[in-house]
């Protein structure tokens, strides 16, 4: 079965840059996105088909991909960029998957 | 603007059939493209997909609960509904619908989510 793998957890402190990365077979399928999801929250798109950013985001919040992986950066990190993140793919078979989900902590 | 809601039980017992329901507002069920899926999410965990309907109702489910899953629509209540059977207290969880729009593979807008407990 398709697997996104995502380090369980990231810690940065404020100001400085959070790489979140995404890896796995599908990863290389085209349009991978990233969701925010900050406790007792619904999801939220940060990233959509690899790299762009939906209106409202900041430019602070950035997607790259290559081969089979990805990679979510969040520049000059602030306290309300903790939150747990997922990345989603459609996998060769048209299911949809997400990653196990990194909590950023920003110390 | 887009908008979806889910509303539902809060308590199920096991053995018992889950209905939840996503009521949404701001665009049509039935364009061609357009989905809205479902997505459980229990405690501490992550996010797991479950179903997705189309607008040509097309209907896709998660391999693994494919057997216990239902996604059905009511196009003139803008509603579109889930059972899940044979519930479970390992199926406690958040449920979460959400829209992808036409040509995309992104979910865009989320409903607030409707927590489901499974115990006798």
């Known amino acids: 079965s398709s697997v996104l793998t995502q380090p369980p957890a990231v810690s940065v402190a404020p100001g400085q840059t959070a790489s979140i990365s995404c890896g796995g077979d599908?990863?290389?399928?085209?349009?991978l996105h990233w969701y925010q999801q900050k406790p007792g929250q619904a999801p939220v798109l940060v990233v959509y088909?690899?790299?762009v950013r939906p209106s409202g985001i900041p430019e602070r919040f950035s997607g790259f991909k290559s081969g089979n992986t990805a990679t979510l950066t969040i520049s000059r990190v602030e306290a309300g960029d903790e939150a747990d993140y997922y990345c989603?793919?459609?996998?060769?078979?048209?299911?949809?998957?997400f990653g196990g989900g990194t909590k950023l902590t920003v110390l | 603007q887009i908008t979806l809601k889910e509303s539902g039980p809060t308590l199920v017992k096991p053995t018992e059939t889950l209905t939840v329901t996503c009521t949404v507002s701001?665009?049509?069920?039935?364009?061609?493209?357009?989905?809205v899926a479902w997505i459980r999410q229990p405690p501490g965990k992550a996010l797991e997909w479950l179903a997705l309907?189309?607008?040509?109702?097309?209907?896709r489910y998660s391999p693994s609960l494919r057997s216990r899953l239902a996604i059905t629509r009511d196009t003139s209540k803008k509603q579109v509904v889930l059972t899940m059977t044979d519930m479970e207290p390992a199926d406690t969880a958040t449920f979460f619908c959400?829209?992808?729009?036409?040509?995309?593979?992104?979910?865009?807008?989320w409903g607030q989510g409707t927590l489901v407990t499974v115990s006798s």
């Open positions: 309907i189309f607008g040509n109702d097309d209907q």
């Open positions: 088909d690899d790299s």
């Open positions: 599908d990863v290389g399928r085209p349009s």
């Open positions: 989603q793919v459609w996998n060769s078979n048209s299911n949809i998957i």
């Open positions: 701001g665009f049509s069920l039935t364009t061609g493209g357009v989905a």
């Open positions: 959400a829209h992808k729009d036409s040509g995309m593979t992104d979910f865009d807008y």
